[in-house]
């Protein structure tokens, strides 16, 4: 199947094949035609699977049929201004004439907000179509601007949009399609009440597009309560991973993993590199650490200013920064393709995260490396991974001075007793790196904000 059988219009094809694309993903051919047919969609996918194109090729699809080829009008019979639809909407506080959203996308964060506005930019080149983006932490005053003109498509984060609609910036009266993407996100975010606000602010009749990598009970019951008879589709289920990704672990104390990351680092295949760590703090901590030794690195956490996580993403996007420290959340919105690495400098909680973060690297049919740090407290993290998963990840054991050979067994203890303390030794020098220096993978190992 190409994009052409999908029967969306001509433009947004030719935008497509401008981007050298020509074959919809699995999640795009089966969410495509039913979006088109405007049934409501409960798209199970994880992030890299284009699932943005599944929701932003129907909707762009749906609001040029309110403009004739010869014509130019739009459903209410104006005239297109300037080449813009022209559609009537209520006045602003200023007095100033506007046309309302058609199309409402919510996200969890403001990269992923931006990465999703990119991608309806690139796909409605060709159509007389305005999109804009709010999300907080900047101000205001250029969003109100954008939305003063008049758009017909809007992304949003929950807390900077309904603070938009408090002040009378937004009407959503007019809104005919409503995406929810990365819903489990937003659910971890606290973000789900806003989301029924929003809700309550549109029309009842609307179609409704909700994404989400798991779907655990909460998200169902959203589900429930907002879509309509959905159809539900579904690629790569939460207990895989993505096959071209090699898997490995280091078995490395907590005191040695700065010094196993520089190691590798310095290495010339880790070309463009995202690591994850478990908080704020210690995303700052690294990046400190790792400028110190010589090597250029950035980091992207919710305490950033909105000026400062841009400039880090555009370095990482350039290569000019080849190293990118990011938190969890913060890293819903990084959508860069060739990444080569991505390190778990701290083992997850959750299992489920394990994929999300790997699923980082290996885009658009690349090949990527996924590698682990686990220090003696975080083995049953890796273990839940493991089980998760299917299979037992790679121990490398190609820095002899830095890493232990098997994990401490928990011992049993009284109530009283306190927990046992970690023995490992401090780091005993460079040794060398064995295999010529290469980061050894694994063989036959590719299982595959508020504001």
Known sequence: MRFHDLRLAEPIVRAVAA???????????????????????????????????????????????????NGHRSQNGKKA????????????????????????????????????????????????????????????????????????????????????IGQGYIDLGGIEVLVLDEADRMLDMGFIPDIRKIVECMPTRRQTLLFSATLPADIRRLADSILNDPVSVAVDPEASTVEAISQSVYLVTRQNKPILLTRLLRHETMERT????????????????????????????????????????????????????????ASRGIDVDEISHVINYDIPNEPETYIHRIGRTARAGASGIALSFCDHDEFNDLRAIERLIGMQLDVIKDEPDLVFDTPMKPQRRSKHQSPPKSTAGKPRGWKGRSQGGRTRQSAGSKPRGRR
């Open 19 to 69: 981007e050298g694309y020509t074959t919809p993903t699995p999640i795009q051919r089966m969410a495509i035609p039913e979006a088109l047919a405007g049934r409501d969609v409960l798209g199970c996918a994880q992030t890299g699977t284009g699932k943005t194109g599944a929701f932003a090729l129907p909707i762009l699809h749906r609001l040029t049929q309110a403009v004739t080829q």
């Open 81 to 164: 201004r300037h080449g813009k639809f022209y559609r009537k909407g209520k006045r602003h506080q200023n007095g100033q004439a506007s046309r309302n959203p058609r199309a409402l996308i919510l996200c969890p964060t403001r990269e992923l907000a931006t990465q999703i506005l990119e991608s309806f930019n690139t796909y409605g080149a060709n159509l007389p179509l305005r999109h804009t983006v709010v999300f907080g932490g900047v101000s205001q005053f250029r969003q109100v601007k954008q939305l003063r003109a008049g758009i017909d498509v809007l992304v949003a984060t929950p807390g900077r949009l309904l603070d938009l």
């Open 274 to 329: 995202l690591i994850f760590t478990r908080t704020k703090h210690g995303a700052d901590k690294l990046v400190k650490i790792l400028h110190r030794a010589g090597i250029e690195a950035g980091a992207i956490h919710g305490n950033k200013t909105q000026n400062a996580r841009t400039r880090a993403m555009h370095g990482f996007k350039s290569g000019r920064m080849p190293v990118l420290v990011a938190t969890d959340i």
